[in-house]
């Protein structure tokens, strides 16, 4: 395209109008908000509720502690953390301490219904930063599928065990809304923060 400028008094006039279309084409999306699609196959996980505990709840154990060293979960909790269930290696891992840490204080133990599915759900927090290092981990009805997060100096670490879980659309990143939304219910029937709350 060529733009033609005439000098005299008409030059800065046109100039002026050039400056302001193009202007208006930059800004206006902005204006109006970008809309951005979601990625193709990807939608909103249901919302999670919390239902009553029974003896499914207790299947694994009655704390934390119980759960993840229960004989049925031990190794696909460590599989499911892999490098990071252990004490940090430089280069090797994501966190700053070991996963088991996360769950040294564990709250209580509940049952939350994500669309179809059960889940046992199980917090805890570090002992000696409970408010920095945070865990929730959930384990599918049936103990085959295990996701989990962990919070840790604002960042969030999201991971997926069992059938569908490794990579691609049922990896630690599909995790993350499902643990989201579980989180949020629990949230509503714990005053806020369904963490413990150690003794001060």
């Known amino acids: 395209m060529v733009i033609a400028v005439r000098c005299g008094k008409e030059a800065p006039v046109r100039h ?3 400056w302001g279309a193009l202007v208006c084409l930059l800004v206006a999306p902005v204006v109006a908000g970008c809309v951005v699609p979601p990625e193709p196959g990807s939608s909103a996980p249901p919302e999670a509720d919390v239902v009553a505990a029974d003896a499914r709840a207790l299947a694994y154990g009655r ?3 119980e759960i993840l060293e229960n004989p049925q979960l031990r190794d696909k909790v460590r599989a499911l953390f892999g490098a990071d269930w252990a004490a940090p290696t430089p280069g090797v891992g994501k966190l700053s301490a070991p996963a088991a840490q996360y769950f040294e204080l564990g709250g209580p133990v509940r049952m939350v219904r994500i669309g179809d599915a059960n889940y046992i759900a199980v917090t805890g927090c570090a002992r000696q930063a409970c408010s920095g290092r945070r865990g929730l981990l959930l384990i599918r009805e049936g103990g085959e599928q295990l996701m989990a997060r962990l919070d840790e100096g604002g960042f969030s670490h999201h ?15 599909a995790a993350g809304p499902v643990l989201g939304s579980a989180l949020r219910a629990l949230e509503r029937v714990s005053d806020g923060s369904p963490f ?3 003794a001060p």
Do not use: E
Not at 159 to 173: I, K, L, R, S, V
């Open 63 to 65: 704390t934390a502690g």
């Open 159 to 173: 991971y997926a065990y069992g059938p569908g879980a490794t990579g691609g659309a049922g990896g630690p990143a």
């Open 196 to 198: 413990p709350r150690p």
């Open 16 to 18: 002026s109008m050039l």
